[in-house]
T-cell receptor
């Protein structure tokens, strides 16, 4: 079973703080993703990575950066948190070699910025 | 530009009846479609998928239908159970790039009443 874990389930931060969200997967998947989920907007892609140290911007990268120093770990960084970044953050991993083409998601981090 | 749309934010059905969730897409390059189910405070879990070479895929109580000419897919749940109450997301992908990138719809909240 693929397991994707996220460092925190709930997080409360102040405006202007630097925030790190960590994601780890245990199935040696090449590709990893960060999404945010907001009511009525579905899941929107922030960044994805297709290899160590390789990354691509998604649809809403502004205000975020990412780091992938090891294959199993993909970090999302909010350089200076703002209230409009209050959201549910979801990490996912994907194996291009699998025929099912599904992404595996972590449990999510509910971030509140006050 | 919303490439994947779920136009019904919510749906309520009686236990034992059929639930039909709908999804429309605009990009003809999409060739793989997935449905995910999400409970509150949890990550999405994969439910069922369909390739564009098929028009139907069935897995137990869940069936996905694809109408390529109409760029429309639907998820049928028969019979519906209270445990099916969740948010359902459809997602689409163009597999040619093999990145695993998914475009998600806004989600439909299904409530199954006992």
């Amino acid at each position: 079973d693929v397991k994707v874990t996220q460092s925190s389930r709930y997080l409360v931060k102040r405006t202007g703080e630097k925030v790190f969200l960590e994601c780890v997967q245990d199935m040696d998947h090449e590709n990893m993703f960060w999404y945010r989920q907001d009511p009525g907007l579905g899941l929107r892609l922030i960044y994805f990575s297709y290899d160590v140290k390789m990354k691509e911007k998604g649809d809403i990268p502004e205000g975020y950066s990412v780091s992938r120093e090891k294959k199993e770990r993909f970090s999302l960084i909010l350089e200076s948190a703002s209230t409009n970044q209050t959201s549910m953050y979801l990490c996912a991993s994907f194996d291009p070699g699998r025929p099912s083409y599904e992404q595996y998601f972590g449990p999510g981090t509910r971030l509140t910025v006050t | 530009d919303q490439q994947v749309k779920q136009n019904s934010p919510s749906l309520s059905v009686q236990e034992g009846r059929i639930s039909i969730l709908n999804c429309d897409y605009t990009n003809s390059m999409f060739d793989y479609f997935l449905w995910y189910k999400k409970y509150p405070a949890e990550g999405p879990t994969f439910l069922i998928s369909i390739s564009s070479i098929k028009d139907k895929n069935e897995d137990g109580r869940f069936t996905v239908f694809l109408n390529k000419s109409a760029k429309h897919l639907s998820l049928h749940i028969v019979p519906s159970q209270p445990g099916d109450s969740a948010v359902y997301f459809c997602a689409a992908s163009g597999t040619a790039s093999n990145t695993g990138k998914l475009i998600f719809g806004q989600g439909t909240t299904l409530q199954v009443k006992p």
